[in-house]
């Protein structure tokens, strides 16, 4: 049973820059939701995606936005990036229902800011 | 105020020690509650989840909350090295509320 997976592991970008950060849900959950996890911090929730809208956001700017796919997977666009949007964003998959706060956390990708 | 609050720690036992990691919140809407850990470099892994006020137990680990002092508890028995990571405590409001995390050391 494939778990939640996120691409690329890393990535370095520069001031200004925009970025694309995937995540392919576990197997048989429909919902997506993504992260920001900032050093000695816990994860900040940026955003969650259902039947490929946003349902839920929370405080992050409209530099932050989103898509998801038919197939659930998803993905997190930042534009206009910022030395303080250096982070481990993760990726976390859920089941609609029942099951939606058993939430599946990716790896993670770490983005670094320059 | 935030919504959770984690003390971040650092907190170092000795194996064998039964830990104790705690979060406060303020919000009393929350209805789950769930602990997850973290080892470095890696996504968070749900622990236990639970509902409602009350003890709930997996194997080594207990869940505890407590909805009248908004306290909620996680209790580790036999503490083993392996269990070295960083502890998040999470609700589920109308968004999901995660603490800073405590980070837990056990020694050999």
């Known amino acids: 049973d494939a778990g939640v997976t996120q691409s690329p592991t890393h990535l370095i970008k520069t001031r200004g820059q925009q970025v694309t950060l995937r995540c392919s849900p576990k197997?048989?959950?429909?919902?997506v939701s993504w992260y920001q996890q900032a050093l000695g911090q816990g994860p900040q929730f940026i955003f969650q995606?259902?039947?490929?809208?946003?349902?839920q956001r929370g405080n992050f700017p409209d530099r932050f936005s989103g898509h998801q796919f038919p197939n659930y997977s998803s993905e997190l666009n930042v534009n206009a990036l910022l030395l303080g949007d250096s982070a481990l964003y993760l990726c976390?998959?859920?089941?609609?229902?029942?099951?939606?706060?058993?939430?599946?956390f990716g790896p993670g990708t770490r983005l670094t800011v320059t | 105020q935030k919504e959770v609050e984690q003390d971040p720690g650092p907190l170092s036992v000795p194996e064998g020690a039964i830990v104790s990691l705690n979060c406060t919140y303020s919000?009393?809407?929350?209805?789950?509650f769930m602990w997850y850990r973290q080892y470095s470099r890696k996504g968070p892994e749900l622990l236990m989840y639970?509902?409602?006020?009350g003890n709930k137990e997996d194997g080594r680990f207990t869940a505890q909350v407590d909805k009248s002092s908004k306290y909620i508890s996680l209790f580790i028995r036999d503490s083993q090295p392996s269990d070295s990571a960083t502890y998040l405590c999470?609700?589920?409001?109308?968004?999901?509320?995660f603490g800073t995390g405590t980070s837990l050391t056990v020694i050999p």
């Open positions: 976390a998959s859920s089941l609609e229902g029942t099951g939606s706060y058993e939430q599946y």
């Open positions: 197997s048989g959950h429909d919902t």
């Open positions: 995606y259902y039947e490929e809208e946003e349902r």
């Open positions: 919000n009393s809407a929350f209805q789950y």
């Open positions: 639970t509902y409602s006020s």
């Open positions: 999470a609700l589920l409001g109308n968004q999901f509320y």
